[in-house]
């Protein structure tokens, strides 16, 4: 999910080399780098943020290719292929699913995986009680039914394009969820899967450990312990990357310079669909103005940022489907143009006046960009772009907040990080359609935008089947959302990760949003040394 002219670009740069010269003043414990690191056979990552639930129907994490596996996987070119699925049949008209899955998938406490699981993980997705942020995956199911033990069938009520996409939902036991609130279940904080790892105890506040399972239906892992450490600040994940404390983390642009010259680390450069933005909450009356949008859009110093902040790891973005082969290029771009975001003002009645702000109506054009206070990266973008927009008369500040001290949907403009690089349904419906607003479902809705067109694209984006066409839908989806923006666009983030150069069997492939499917193929990695 998901930061100032020239002048001001100094001031990042500046505070990028405070960063590289933090990372260089711990002298003697730098020089322990790869003599500190564990001999153990296990996996130590620096992670940035803490989980509330390990259930994947309730909260994305990036442990859930580990502890857990769907009937369909995406693969190294982030395409799904079959994974506790043995085979999938679709019917001519494209409304049944008949599906046969492995015999041998255990889940962790030994249990065997049947279609009565796959079945109960669908339905519970569906239950408004649970409130999954996975529904409007699977609301074109209209039933499921079970053939036997290993096969079933799901039937639609329409042709649903993104349905093999959709399948990648990891698979929940059944029999652990008898007589439990779905929300409040012990599951939640101590789950029980069919990946490659198992859960074995979480130290809130500090660790969470899994161990590799010896009945894992497919590649057995190699690393015997992978161990997720909570740290949330940037420099302080760097430091220990360094010292050896982690094997890997995902670094902020400004260290990676410093760290790519540590002789026990190596780089890994991986390009992503992730994107940075400001959005626009639709529940603050300045926001209704289209032409404030469109302003603040072109009031955005996109090759700054990505000179600046993200160090050339990164492009300039104007989609949120720019790395997808549905792109559309001809679409408005958001050049930076102050002169022309003030003209956009003017014309819409935002009036400049002595103090240097512009007012309509007697209301100061200004708003407050929140960001999360452990992501400097945003913070930075928030604070280069805020110093812009004064330049064109708006008084905008920036509140750089812990997350605990954040509710995206009640901030005037959020900072946001999103991007898939999955099939163009993804990080798309359940961001614009006006059904996911965070008001009234799960969904990722946070500015609450409604746009009936964008509305009926999105629709018919899912429902299309011929690729030409819908290939058709999604450009004049992009098209709508660039006349209408929910967001301005800042960039696409590339992620680099640095990891012990004594690890092999990484397999890069385009990722989503803050690094995620790094560690897709984790139970593939082992230790050359160990």
Known sequence: ??????????????????????????????QQSAEATSHANELIYA???????????????????????????????????????????????????????????????????????????????????????LKSDFIHVKAMEKVNDSTMKIILDEPFTPMLDKLTVPILPKHAFEGQNMRTTKFN?????????????????????????????????????????????????????????????????NQVDELSKVEHLKMYEVESADYRGILFNMKFNLWQDVDVRKAMSFAVDRAGIVKGILHGFGTEAYSPLQKHAYV???????????????????????????????????????????????????????????????????????AALDW???????????????????????????????????????????????????DTLLGEGRSTVDANKRKEVYMALQKELAEDPPFAYFAYVDAVYGINKNISGVKERILGHHGAGFLWNVEEWKWNDR
């Not at 979480?202 to 161990?211: A, I, N, R, V, Y």
């Open 404 to 454: 605990s001290n954040i509710v995206i949907e009640d901030t005037e403009a959020f900072m946001v990080g999103w991007g898939s690089p999955y099939d163009a349904d993804h990080h798309t419906y359940s961001l614009f359609h006006s059904s996911e607003s965070s008001l009234t479902s799960a969904g990722y809705n946070y500015g609450s935008y409604a746009n009936a067109k964008v």
């Open 47 to 133: 992670s940035e943020t803490e989980f509330a639930s390990l259930n994947p129907i309730l909260e994305e994490t990036n442990l859930d290719a580990l502890l857990f596996r769907g009937l369909m996987r995406f693969d190294e070119h982030n395409n799904p292929v079959n994974d506790i699925a043995e085979n999938v049949q679709i019917s001519d008209d494209l409304l049944t699913y008949t599906i046969t899955i492995k015999n041998d998938v255990k889940f962790h406490d030994g249990q065997v995986l049947t279609v009565d699981d796959i079945i109960f993980t669908i339905d519970s997705i569906l239950d408004d009680q649970n409130a999954s942020f």
């Open 189 to 253: 904080q101590e789950p029980i899967g069919a990946g490659p790892y198992m859960f074995a105890k979480w130290d809130h506040g500090t660790s969470l450990t899994l161990t590799a399972s010896p009945a894992f239906f497919g590649t057995k892992a190699s690393i015997e312990k992978v161990i997720f450490k909570f740290i949330p600040d940037s420099n302080v994940r760097a430091l220990q990357l360094k010292s050896g404390e982690v094997d890997i983390a995902l670094l902020d642009p």
């Open 328 to 398: 559309n290029d001809s679409i408005e771009h958001y050049e930076y143009d102050l002169d022309k975001a003030k003209q956009i003002l003017e014309q819409s009645g935002w009036k400049l006046k002595d103090d240097g702000f512009r007012y309509k109506d007697g209301k100061k054009l200004g708003f407050t960009i929140t960001a999360p206070v452990t992501d400097t990266v945003r913070v930075n973008m928030a604070n280069y772009v805020a110093e812009g927009y004064k330049v064109i008369g708006a008084d905008v500040e920036v």
């Open 1 to 30: 999910m998901k930061k100032f002219l020239v002048g001001l670009l100094g001031t990042a740069l500046i505070l990028g080399l405070m960063g590289c010269n933090e990372l260089s003043s711990e002298g003697a414990e730098q």
